[in-house]
């Protein structure tokens, strides 16, 4: 059985069409990225095809976006040239991108389990700087989902490992490094989209032992 990699480079043309449309999916994000001055510099995490970073950049934001698909990023730096993106894992030290005002993380959090959440906040933290905010989209539940993780493409069959992830589970995780702000735009669908903000470099080191 195939992993999460091998579904997303599998169906990154299929995801493209879907999601380079006129109209945004998540108007939320783009009501969260109006918060910022113009200028203000964006990290899209697990940023797939880049449709996102598209949208982010056209207001006047500079961008860069993260993901671990090479097939993903293929389509993402073909679409926009002019935004820099880079192939790596959440989970690993991306600080060479240097300081970000936000991040943004839609759905990307739903292939991390529970126990490796706070890792994954530790690695955004490390990116943004003092007075950052970061919007996260999670579907709401607990633990792996199994008939979101399990797909057959062409005969194939993937698991993407996806996880369900409460609004406490994430303030748990992210505990001395963020703290949450507010819900937005919950639509009713189990998808929810979340604004946390950066926890003072002096606190987050008192509470971390750092």
């Given at each position: 059985?195939?992993?999460?990699?091998?579904?997303?480079?599998?169906?990154?043309?299929?995801?493209?069409?879907?999601?380079?449309?006129?109209?945004?999916?998540?108007?939320?994000?783009?009501?969260?990225?109006?918060?910022?001055?113009?200028?203000?510099?964006?990290?899209?995490?697990?940023?797939?095809?880049?449709?996102?970073?598209?949208?982010?950049?056209?207001?006047?934001?500079?961008?860069?976006?993260?993901?671990?698909?090479e097939?993903?990023?293929?389509?993402?730096?073909?679409?926009n040239?002019?935004?820099?993106?880079?192939?790596?894992?959440?989970?690993?030290?991306?600080?060479?991108?240097?300081?970000?005002d936000?991040?943004?993380?839609?759905?990307?959090?739903?292939?991390?389990?529970?126990?490796?959440?706070?890792?994954?906040?530790?690695?955004?933290?490390d990116?943004?700087?003092?007075?950052?905010?970061?919007?996260?989209?999670?579907?709401?539940?607990?633990?792996?989902i199994?008939?979101?993780?399990?797909?057959?493409?062409?005969?194939?069959?993937?698991?993407?490992?996806?996880?369900?992830?409460?609004?406490?589970?994430?303030?748990?995780?992210?505990?001395?490094?963020?703290?949450?702000?507010?819900?937005?735009?919950?639509?009713?669908?189990?998808?929810?989209?979340?604004?946390?903000?950066?926890?003072?470099?002096?606190?987050?080191?008192?509470?971390?032992?750092?």
């Amino acid at each position: 059985m195939k992993g999460i990699m091998d579904y997303y480079d599998k169906t990154a043309l299929e995801w493209a069409k879907m999601s380079y449309t006129p109209d945004p999916e998540i108007p939320a994000l783009l009501d969260f990225a109006r918060r910022f001055p113009p200028g203000s510099r964006f990290l899209d995490l697990c940023c797939g095809c880049g449709c996102e970073s598209q949208r982010i950049h056209a207001m006047g934001y500079e961008v860069v976006g993260l993901d671990f698909s090479e097939e993903s990023l293929k389509i993402a730096r073909e679409r926009n040239p002019d935004i820099v993106f880079y192939q790596d894992d959440l989970r690993n030290d991306y600080s060479y991108i240097g300081k970000v005002d936000a991040v943004i993380v839609i759905a990307g959090l739903v292939h991390i389990e529970k126990d490796q959440l706070p890792l994954a906040f530790s690695r955004m933290r490390d990116v943004m700087k003092d007075e950052g905010r970061l919007f996260i989209t999670v579907r709401e539940g607990q633990g792996k989902i199994e008939k979101r993780s399990q797909y057959i493409v062409d005969g194939e069959t993937y698991d993407r490992a996806f996880f369900g992830h409460s609004l406490e589970e994430l303030q748990a995780a992210a505990s001395g490094m963020f703290a949450f702000e507010q819900g937005m735009g919950d639509d009713g669908t189990g998808w929810h989209n979340y604004i946390f903000t950066t926890v003072k470099e002096k606190e987050s080191k008192k509470r971390t032992g750092k």
